[in-house]
């Protein structure tokens, strides 16, 4: 076993330097200063100004290259400046960038029936990006949960909203709502009412909670933000289950987990049911901002002009861009792509398991893995930086790798023999005893993360 390494010299730097205290200070990049003084500070970014991109690689201000195992934290699906996607953007925003949905547009209707062959759903809605889909969905959820014409009188609406433990769906109220997060969460309660949370993964938990006042169960397909936790058979089939018996929508929340990142087109594919809602965004404008609501007919009759709506989502641009992509994934078979590579990452990941006794589990399939640490994550994802490799952690213990459908298999050996270096020559940060605590592993999560299912 590799012991961890506490002090470290570079060996590509001479000891013979030559003396720059007579050069002037470097001055502050006016991005970044600008950036300092007028941006809210929602985020803590690395102090690098990203200039451009080109396939699976982007450059900073220096010029220095970075291999992208972030992918604009599941965006970039087809990496950078594709040149296809290049030139769909160029030709259509010299035709049309918006007209407003009172209109149609020649690729919006194509964009629907292509999504709607991909995920075996019937109905399209675009929005702007995830959490907005998330709210749509949500709407939608409440309003099929409202008593039909043919109801009884004394009906009552189905008001109740079943979410996951360890769960994120984005930053709006609604989607903020049936993310777990209590960081995230506690700053703006009280959020939207009605939202209860079961444990993932637990059937037993989710039946005690299922009754007939509930009118959505929401839940990730594989947790991207929880730490890449894959649904387990036996609880997506029983929450189908009871979703039908007791009249309720199931929705799927394929944002960063759909349109091929697992090496399906949706993750939910493995298993013999469908959800009434599909919701995607990340990928698909391929950098773009679009987000859609996929449901089923039943879900598609109980919507009528003026109960939806939005300025921004589905302009033919837009739609243009989505399209092209999507056509991208299918005629260059990337899905088989992203199957053979994952393999290759997954067999890699497991051996620099089997070297490093701090790499405590590896999950996921395709092109989108968590690499859970017994020790802070975040040093790794700033030594990964300073040597040109783009990953973060997630759930403080968790490296998240996210790398674009077209990856080669050159550029994985790239980045197993980065990794590798990374893993042994990054001192560790033991966790205090307190914070070990932070997001305790809940007992059914970690026998289907153990079984692999």
């Known amino acids: 076993m590799r012991k961890p390494k506490t002090t470290r010299v570079s060996a590509s730097v001479p000891r013979a330097v030559p003396k720059r205290s007579a050069a002037k200070p470097l001055r502050p990049l006016p991005a970044l200063s600008d950036a300092e003084q007028f941006l809210l500070p929602t985020y803590k970014r690395s102090p690098i100004v990203f200039t451009h991109g080109r396939g699976a690689y982007v450059f900073?201000?220096?010029?220095?290259?970075?291999?992208?195992?972030?992918?604009?934290?599941?965006?970039?699906?087809?990496?950078?400046?594709?040149?296809?996607?290049v030139r769909t953007i160029r030709r259509?925003?010299?035709?049309?960038?918006?007209?407003?949905?009172?209109?149609?547009?020649?690729?919006?209707?194509?964009?629907?029936?292509?999504?709607?062959?991909?995920?075996?759903?019937?109905?399209?809605?675009?929005?702007n990006s995830g959490t907005e889909a998330i709210d749509g969905a949500l709407k939608l959820a409440r309003l099929c949960g409202r008593p039909g014409e043919s109801a009884a009188a004394n009906t009552r609406a189905k008001t109740r909203i079943l979410a996951m433990q360890n769960s994120f769906h984005g930053r709006t109220f609604g989607a903020l709502s049936v993310t777990a997060t209590?960081?995230?969460?506690?700053?703006?309660?009280?959020l939207v009412p009605g939202v209860e949370f079961?444990?993932?993964?637990?059937?037993?938990?989710?039946?005690?909670?299922?009754?007939?006042?509930?009118?959505?169960?929401?839940?990730e397909p594989v947790q991207g933000e929880g730490g890449i936790y894959p649904?387990?058979?036996?609880?997506?089939?029983?929450?189908?289950?009871?979703?039908?018996?007791?009249?309720?929508?199931?929705?799927?929340?394929?944002?960063?987990?759909?349109?091929?990142?697992?090496?399906?087109?949706?993750?939910?594919?493995?298993?013999?049911?469908?959800?009434?809602?599909?919701?995607?965004?990340?990928?698909?404008?391929?950098?773009?901002?679009l987000?859609?609501?996929?449901?089923?007919?039943?879900?598609?009759?109980?919507?009528?002009?003026?109960?939806?709506?939005?300025?921004?989502?589905?302009?033919?641009?837009?739609?243009?861009?989505?399209?092209?992509?999507?056509?991208?994934?299918?005629?260059?078979?990337?899905?088989?792509?992203?199957?053979?590579?994952?393999?290759?990452?997954?067999?890699?990941?497991?051996?620099?398991?089997?070297?490093?006794?701090?790499?405590?589990?590896?999950?996921?399939?395709?092109?989108?893995?968590?690499?859970?640490?017994?020790?802070?994550?975040?040093?790794f994802v700033a030594e990964a930086l300073k040597r040109g490799l783009l990953i973060n952690c997630t759930h403080d213990f968790t490296i998240r790798l996210l790398p674009p459908f077209l990856i080669s298999k050159a550029q994985v050996r790239e980045f197993l023999h980065q990794f590798e270096k990374i893993l042994s020559e990054t001192p560790r940060v033991v966790p205090a005893a307190e914070s070990s605590s932070k997001a305790p592993l809940p007992a059914a999560m970690a026998a289907t993360a153990r079984s692999g299912t």
């Open 92 to 127: 259509e925003s010299a035709r049309a960038i918006h007209f407003s949905n009172l209109f149609h547009n020649e690729f919006q209707g194509p964009l629907a029936r292509k999504l709607a062959e991909w995920s075996g759903l019937d109905g399209v809605f675009f929005a």
């Open 60 to 85: 900073d201000s220096t010029g220095k290259q970075y291999l992208d195992f972030l992918g604009g934290i599941a965006v970039n699906a087809l990496g950078h400046a594709h040149p296809r996607i």
């Open 291 to 379: 987000g859609a609501i996929l449901t089923s007919n039943a879900v598609r009759s109980r919507v009528s002009p003026g109960l939806h709506g939005t300025t921004f989502g589905g302009g033919p641009m837009i739609c243009a861009v989505a399209l092209e992509f999507l056509k991208i994934v299918e005629e260059q078979k990337l899905l088989e792509n992203i199957r053979a590579r994952g393999q290759e990452i997954r067999a890699g990941l497991e051996k620099l398991k089997s070297q490093f006794d701090f790499v405590k589990e590896v999950r996921g399939e395709g092109c989108m893995f968590g690499v859970e640490l017994t020790v802070e994550g975040g040093p």
């Open 182 to 190: 209590e960081k995230y969460r506690a700053p703006f309660e009280p």
């Open 231 to 289: 649904v387990s058979g036996g609880f997506w089939e029983r929450a189908r289950m009871l979703a039908t018996k007791h009249g309720a929508l199931l929705i799927a929340d394929e944002i960063q987990c759909g349109l091929g990142r697992t090496g399906r087109y949706f993750a939910y594919q493995q298993f013999p049911s469908k959800p009434d809602i599909a919701v995607i965004a990340k990928p698909l404008a391929a950098g773009l901002p």
């Open 198 to 219: 079961v444990e993932f993964n637990d059937v037993a938990d989710l039946e005690s909670n299922f009754d007939d006042t509930v009118c959505a169960i929401i839940l």
